[in-house]
């Protein structure tokens, strides 16, 4: 793609017509606008907030009278309330609930009503509700048979909400969505209401499973006719899920280790995974009783360590689980290892817990809490279960998880945390003999020795052992409880960093793509020989695509190259090759052909860039229309003024140190740094391949240049592309279309085909057609960069030599990657852009966009003046 110039043109070009984009002229108007557009999430919100007005309902949800009355449970299917399950979804229980469902509303409910229907969701939501709950407390009541705590926790209990509803909804609208996306919601929602009925056993939690699960059923069972093709799950998706799995098993122990109330089945993994503090009043309690000192001054020291650090400490179990579903996300063979061995670990201190929770029946007490009884067989199962249970999973799932980080990643990461460990617990020891009066009782070398191998372990994992010494002071307490802290975060940000790590890429040779470019590429093929390119071959060799990796996506340069036969094959491979390496494939700047077999993959489509390219047969430079072309001539002439070919590695330095000064001068004007990727610059010059243009008077001065990339097919040279665009700002108007008309005339004369002008970055050609939404963004986001980079202009620009218009696209799988999408590919042009630069550059563009949309106003109203 050719980079933007500081032309002036001769005439005023119009620029693109933006879209025709109506803005609301009053809130109320946007309100209305978006109510009609979704009426059943509006009435949702507009019923659920005036209801809690009118009952007092807001602030700390509806009274226990009125509970009673209209509440979902056990209690009242008793009292004969038949009409619970729908008057229970016009509530919720205060206004924490009452914002987080009406988010929960907003974000859902419009896109179910786009994709199924207004009338239709409705009939959704009610039945979804109506039976959900009567399953839920079906649930509720096998329970109740069960006995236990549980069991006379849920019984005695009334819910309200329309979360599960919604919930319902959501997961029935899903047989309605693409593959993907049924996939993704059916995932996340399953497990996550899974994960709160099993560790928090509410029977909020339970109605919220049965109303999911109706759902689910539902869904398949009014869209069975419009099933798609079977599609089997990508290593990607496969790895999403191990993850997620793995992710909840660590985040359900930690909402029942700190939430108020801790029910479910799962609740006791909290004392593997995370203790939770005595409560105080607890602790009083028993000190009340003499028999028990000996737990009163173990309790008492665990509540002196209730700190911040003993807090991180505490969940640490659970953040390393989330380090490793993070690399198990990346397909990291060393995550899998962490993954299995922290579960096998935490299955063992279950064992431990099991066993000393079902031989101690004061400890019971003391660690499940007042009337949580609990069979035998039961202790010993639950920890044991779940860590099993993920160790089946992941066992199952190995061959997914192949990728290997970069020799001699994991020697340095085990480096330094050796070193960490060895600082710490030297800074421990020796801080602490040389502070030892601010700790009680004083310690002695070997009470410090005796009791570091503790400061790495959370206290729940103490068990009965009380400290030989406690903290007094603010320093020896930093000491004392963030020792530990600071070496697993050592530990757990190098292994993020290391599941980080792309793996080595094998180099290949430079003669071997130039082979496949001269046998067939785009004409805008040329930039996959610049640095900084990686490449995937075809197994037989005959095709490449040459990509870069940022930020873990895989971007193309432009299409693949070689036989042409083998494109579509290689696209194939490519996203094959991807996947496997956990990368997020982009098909970046690729022509309509790659497009469309993107599209028959079933990714999208948007575009990018639009490529002015003119074919040279029977091009003359007469008629109105190449006006701007005869005048450039004519002016070029009069000033003496000549376009001379050249090579930049063989050029003398008198024409070489002014192409610098050219550039670096143009390069001061933007105050940003220089665009790259598919956009050349002097260090592309040197390419022997590469013949310049430049215009050059009698006295060798240099007024502008342009550069000229190789366009072969079949090994024959057919034309060029043009890439490197410079002027000196005192160069005379039209000195670009001299140059670029002097290339086309020359190269008509050795029988070229084409002359590439090179594609306009997020530009694009009218043709009549309604843009989709990302376009629109991708329009504005245009609109926005124009006073810096001039996209749209350097495409009017173009239009001087009247080309036809081929359009480039980018093609992408998943909508939800195009925020890392989008990072990745300014990275790629902008490498170099500091957040100092970025931060001071946004509010110019904005600024200087909004004045070119307030002026664009007052024109148009000037217009309508008589």
């Avoid at 802290?485 to 290391?498: I, N, R």
């Avoid at 990018?608 to 190449?626: C, I």
Wanted: glycine share 8%; with cysteine.
């Amino acid at each position: 793609m050719s980079t933007p110039t500081t032309t002036s043109p001769t005439t005023k070009v119009p620029d693109h017509p933006r879209p025709n984009v109506r803005w609301p002229k009053s809130w109320l108007r946007w309100t209305v606008a978006v109510a009609l557009s979704a009426p059943l999430a509006a009435a949702m919100v507009v019923t659920l907030w005036s209801i809690a007005l009118v009952s007092g309902s807001l602030a700390h949800g509806p009274s226990p009278e009125l509970l009673t009355v209209v509440g979902a449970g056990l209690g009242p299917v008793r009292l004969g309330h038949w009409w619970f399950p729908l008057s229970s979804m016009l509530w919720c229980g205060g206004l924490p609930s009452y914002l987080a469902t009406t988010f929960l509303i907003i974000a859902v409910v419009p896109a179910v009503e786009r994709r199924v229907g207004n009338l239709r969701a409705l009939a959704l939501l009610v039945a979804v509700q109506i039976i959900g709950v009567i399953a839920g407390l079906g649930l509720t009541a096998l329970i109740a048979v069960e006995g236990g705590s549980w069991g006379r926790q849920v019984v005695g209990s009334v819910a309200v909400g329309p979360a599960g509803a919604v919930f319902g909804l959501t997961l029935a609208a899903s047989a309605a969505f693409s593959t993907l996306w049924k996939r993704r919601l059916r995932v996340v929602l399953l497990v996550g209401l899974a994960m709160l009925a099993l560790y928090s056993g509410l029977l909020s939690d339970l109605l919220r499973l049965g109303t999911g699960v109706v759902g689910l059923g539902a869904g398949a069972w009014i869209w069975r006719g419009h099933r798609e093709a079977r599609q089997h799950y990508t290593k990607p998706e496969v790895r999403v899920l191990v993850a997620l799995i793995v992710a909840a098993s660590a985040i359900g122990p930690l909402i029942a280790a700190f939430a108020h109330t801790r029910v479910g089945p799962l609740s006791l993994l909290r004392f593997v995974f995370a203790s939770p503090p005595p409560d105080p009043g607890t602790v009083a309690q028993i000190c009340t009783d003499a028999l028990m000192a000996r737990d009163c001054a173990h309790l008492q020291a665990l509540l002196r360590l209730n700190g911040v650090g003993p807090a991180f400490m505490s969940a640490m179990p659970v953040l390393l689980l989330l380090a490793a579903a993070q690399g198990l996300r990346l397909g990291r063979r060393a995550a899998w290892y962490a993954a299995v061995g922290l579960n096998l670990a935490l299955t063992a201190l279950g064992v431990v817990l099991a066993v000393a929770t079902a031989t101690s029946p004061r400890r019971e007490r003391l660690m499940i809490g007042p009337g949580h009884h609990l069979n035998t067989w039961v202790l010993f199962v639950l920890p044991l279960l779940q860590p099993v249970l993920i160790v089946v999973l992941l066992l199952l799932a190995r061959g997914q998880f192949r990728v290997r980080a970069p020799s001699g990643t994991y020697r340095a990461w085990a480096g330094r945390v050796v070193y960490t460990l060895l600082a710490v617990s030297t800074l421990y020891v020796a801080g602490s003999l040389l502070l030892s009066d601010d700790y009680q009782p004083v310690p002695h070398l070997t009470d410090v020795l005796t009791d570091l191998p503790t400061r790495f372990l959370p206290p729940g994992y103490l068990g009965a052992n009380d400290p030989i010494f406690l903290p007094i002071h603010p320093v020896t307490t930093l000491l004392y409880e963030w020792t530990g802290v600071a070496f697993w975060a050592v530990l757990a940000a190098g292994a993020l960093s290391t599941f980080a790590r792309t793996p080595p890429l094998v180099p290949e040779s430079e003669t071997q793509v130039r082979q496949l470019l001269s046998a067939g590429g785009s004409s805008l093929s040329y930039p996959v020989t610049w640095s900084g390119n990686s490449y995937w071959f075809t197994d037989d060799r005959t095709a490449a695509i040459a990509y870069r990796v940022i930020g873990g996506v895989a971007i193309t340069t432009g299409d693949p190259i070689g036989d042409h036969d083998s494109h579509q094959r290689a696209v194939h491979g490519f996203i094959s090759y991807c996947q496997d390496h956990s990368w997020t494939p982009c098909l970046y700047a690729v022509g309509g052909d790659v497009a469309a077999h993107a599209t028959a993959l079933g990714w999208r489509t948007v575009q990018v860039a639009e490529e002015a390219v003119l074919t040279l047969g029977d091009l003359a430079f007469t008629g109105k229309r190449w006006q701007n072309v005869r005048t450039a001539f004519n002016n070029a002439r009069k000033l003496g003024i000549d376009a001379e070919w050249c090579r930049f590695s063989e050029a003398p330095a008198v024409i070489t140190d002014q192409v610098r000064v050219i550039s670096q001068e143009w390069m001061a004007s933007k105050g940003v740094p220089e665009m790259e990727f598919t956009l050349g610059r002097i260090a592309e010059l040197a390419d022997n391949e590469v013949k310049l243009l430049i215009a050059v008077d009698h006295d060798r001065t240099v007024h502008a240049v342009t550069s000229w990339l190789p366009v072969r097919r079949h090994g024959e040279l057919i034309g060029y592309t043009l890439d490197f665009m410079r002027r000196r700002p005192e160069a005379f108007n039209g000195i670009m279309e001299f140059l670029i008309a002097s290339a086309a005339r020359d190269c008509q004369t050795d029988g070229m085909k084409i002359l590439s002008l090179s594609g306009a970055p997020l530009a694009r050609f009218d043709r009549g057609e309604p843009p989709a939404r990302l376009q629109r963004v991708l329009d504005l986001l245009a609109a926005v960069l124009e006073p810096i980079y001039g996209f749209k202009s350097l495409l009017a620009f173009k239009a001087r030599f009247n080309p036809s218009y081929e359009p480039l696209f980018l093609a992408y799988r998943d909508p939800v990657a195009l925020p890392k999408i989008g990072r990745a590919i300014t990275r790629a042009y902008l490498p170099h852009l500091t957040l100092m630069q970025a931060v001071e550059l946004t509010p110019q563009l904005i600024s200087s966009y909004l004045s070119k949309r307030r002026a664009a106003t007052a024109q148009r109203e000037s217009d309508k003046q008589p």
